[in-house]
């Protein structure tokens, strides 16, 4: 059998060659010798890299850095040649993402600026005005990251592919990479008062069900579920629950433990123990570490091919001054 999924988040990769492009800037003033109708940097398959794009770009990345890197020596070349190098990079992506007639409808990218702001809330403009980005302009650099997600997913991860025998062989050379910790079940009754949390404890030892009273009195958001929290690690909760939950037998009904929250009670309703696991229990989670190590190495390789490909021509006729 052989899995396949779609591609859970690229921008991550897609970034990666922009990673270097964060360091210093320094103020530029330009002068160019001009051939045709804009100046321009530089040029990728005849396609042409502005010079005012350019200005822009050194622009948006000096206000993204501190401060201290700005009188650093030597990091002004540097950063003019990685800035230039990164605008080339994505150059030769759009230009193989024209080759394929991929690209981003209005009506995707506005579906997706809505679920992008449904995330944010209301903090969404709030964000952008702190950081002084335009709407319009974050808006186009959105569109940007989609169509190179898109190009990402078609020409590169859309090709890749994990069988089971792939995947079970992985797990057998790593198995101490998937041992399992010990985990509990757990359920709750949290309230604000003492006096309460007793009357609680008093009616959980009359045999009331645990569940039932846990969605009458608890305040915590897990009371609909009659308290259950579902499996907890060790280090999980604060620490005098996380003693008492971790010295619990199954079933037992815990003492009234108090916490920044308020007074708990709990109870374990099931115990996992620490041990190895087995690969159909892990499966997934083994198929999605192999799927991520070659979706890296594939989009590695497949950017270094186009650049081989790629015919770029930096302008030469041009001198910076401070």
């Not at 000096?62 to 201290?68: A, Q, T």
């Not at 952008?128 to 940007?144: G, H, P, V």
């Not at 015919?311 to 001198?319: A, D, L, M, R, T």
């Amino acid at each position: 059998m052989v899995n396949t999924k779609p591609y859970p988040d690229v921008s991550s990769s897609v970034n990666k060659f922009k990673v270097t492009l964060l360091l210093c800037c320094f103020v530029f003033c330009f002068t160019i010798i001009a051939c045709n109708n804009k100046p321009y940097v530089a040029t990728v398959n005849g396609s042409k890299i502005n010079l005012e794009d350019y200005k822009l770009q050194l622009d948006r990345r000096k206000r993204m850095m501190p401060g201290d890197f700005l009188n650093q020596p030597g990091y002004r070349k540097r950063f003019e040649e990685e800035v230039l190098d990164g605008m080339i990079t994505e150059k030769i992506m759009f230009l193989r993402a024209q080759e394929l007639n991929i690209s981003v409808t209005d009506k995707e990218l506005k579906e997706k600026i809505k679920e992008f702001k449904q995330d944010y809330g209301d903090n969404f403009s709030g964000l952008l005005a702190k950081e002084n980005i335009k709407y319009e302009q974050w808006k186009e650099d959105f569109r940007k990251e989609m169509l190179l997600q898109k190009l990402v997913q078609a020409d590169v991860n859309a090709k890749i592919r994990v069988t089971d025998d792939e995947a079970e062989k992985y797990f057998n050379e790593h198995r101490n990479n998937y041992k399992t910790e010990s985990r509990v079940r757990v359920a709750q009754i949290v309230v604000r008062d003492l006096s309460l949390a007793k009357k609680v404890e008093a009616r959980l030892k009359k045999g009331e069900d645990f569940a039932a009273v846990a969605a009458e009195v608890s305040i915590g958001p897990e009371a609909k579920r009659g308290g259950e929290l579902g499996f907890i690690t060790r280090q999980t909760m604060p620490d005098p629950l996380d003693k008492t939950i971790f010295s619990m037998p199954v079933n037992k009904i815990s003492p009234i433990v108090q916490s920044s929250y308020g007074y708990h009670i709990l109870k374990v309703l099931e115990l996992q123990p620490a041990g190895d696991g087995s690969f159909e229990d892990i499966k997934e989670k083994v198929i999605s570490d192999i799927w991520s190590q070659k979706e890296e190495a594939a989009f590695v390789n497949w950017l270094e091919e186009l650049k081989t490909k790629a015919v770029v021509k930096k302008e030469k006729n041009i001198s910076w001054k401070e």
